[in-house]
């Protein structure tokens, strides 16, 4: 099941917390199967079971968070066959959207139950075949995905282990059917994907890595034609998009996709998340106010979050600030909400509202939780009584949002003394380096990242490892393999930083693909 990105993003961050308790869950698991597929077998694909017509339109309309359309086409089928696999997993794809878009947790322990009855009827059924095994493993993961949003990390590791057993027993048994590849590549990607303070994890384990394996089964998954395809699709384009740097491929399968759905809102959250996460703030406003909406969609608060976000970035501070407070008005989760609250006060404190700056400030330590960087970076923010930059932080937001020449322009404005703090003699260099970077100036670029790396030493701020990770990057595009090499490792070399594990996560990978 395809979740959207917030929930993904947070279950991604979630595995890796998984990390440490399946220390004591999955001894013996073997990642070095499921190779290519023999042409034989990707001909067998079509013989395999499938959705009928009437499920395929069910799915369909869960992913396009329409839960009242699937439930009508689902709720026949699960009267005519109330065992069998294809309307038990589409039963469990509906609820388990509901309750992660929802992030409501008084809908937590139905959907545990509930899962755990189509488990049980699964188990005792007489079905046979490559469909009934996938959807066991797939509920199981499902399940543990609640879990773990909701706290419960031991035994979201625990299911996460039966799933990743059952999937891959699955695989092993049908090497041919596509889905089954789907998910366990997804699972070996962010097992594999450890940074490297988890080193010590996967050789007690006895896990090498999996991210080539991971990678080689979600991109069959997603090449041949299946029930999942267009979820295996979105998943390896979004994967690549945030580690490979291929935003161009992630943005014209959304955008294609978009066209041909324009009712889906699952593609039309996804647009404005690329777009977005590309600099690209005029088209991300513009595919937020064309998402599809209405009393028929789930209702889509995070949606609300990265406008505000948006609108933060143009200077709109009162507009921003209106779309962060829906966004806390209409979200029962507890991921966001510290984030939501410091945003409130860059744009309350931009604006020169300083009584609102302070209640917003005080808000942060109130609610919500640490596991997503951003919310950590925000109670930090509060603990620390971190001092802002006006200047930089406008010129930060400006960059964000893609308005480079704008960031320049105000960081000409911004003087360093004696007695100017080192974070912001640090931050200066490197808004600067972006700005340029992102212009297309790599060699003023390289120029102010290696300025801010000397000037960094050993504090414990993001600026100087992001540095070494976009020279990196630089060095890497250009074809200098072994410079790019010694930046990706001095990235990974910093002890302590707002943004360690998502910085070790893509140098890691850079430095596999680099091999």
Known sequence: MMLPTPMRAGFGRGLRRLCLWLTCFVWGIDTSFSGPLQEAEVAAASQQPTLNKQLARAYAEVLKMRPAAARSLLRPELARTPTAAGPLLVA?????????????????????????????????????????????AEIRLHQAAAQVVFGHEVQGAWSLRQSFLQMQAVVQRFPQYLPARKTLGMMQFFIGSLPENYRWFLKLLGLPGSVETGLQNMRLAASQPNDF????????????ETYYKKPEAALQLVETLHHQQPDNLLLGYLRVSLHKKQHHTDAALAAYRACPSGPTYLALPYLHHMAADLLLYQGQYAASARENQQFLTNY??????????????????LAGDATSAEKYRRQIDMGGRTVLEEDNYAQRFFEEKLPLNRTLTRARLQIDGGYYHDALRTLNSFRAVRTTPLRDRLEEPYRRARAYHLLGHPDSARLLYARTIALAGSAPYYFAPQSALQLGYLYQLEGQKNTARVYFKKALSYPKHEYKNSTDTKAKLALKELE
């Open 92 to 136: 469990d794809c509906l609820q388990i959207t509901e309750l992660l878009i929802s992030q409501d947790a008084t809908g937590y322990q139905a959907t545990i139950d509930a899962q755990d009855q189509r488990l049980s009827t699964l188990e005792k059924s007489g079905e046979a075949g490559a469909l009934r095994a996938y959807a066991r």
């Open 229 to 240: 395809q267009l979820e295996a699709r979105l998943i390896l384009a979004l994967l690549e």
């Open 332 to 349: 029962s989760g507890q991921h966001y909400r510290k984030d939501a609250a410091f945003k409130l006060y860059l744009a309350a404190w």
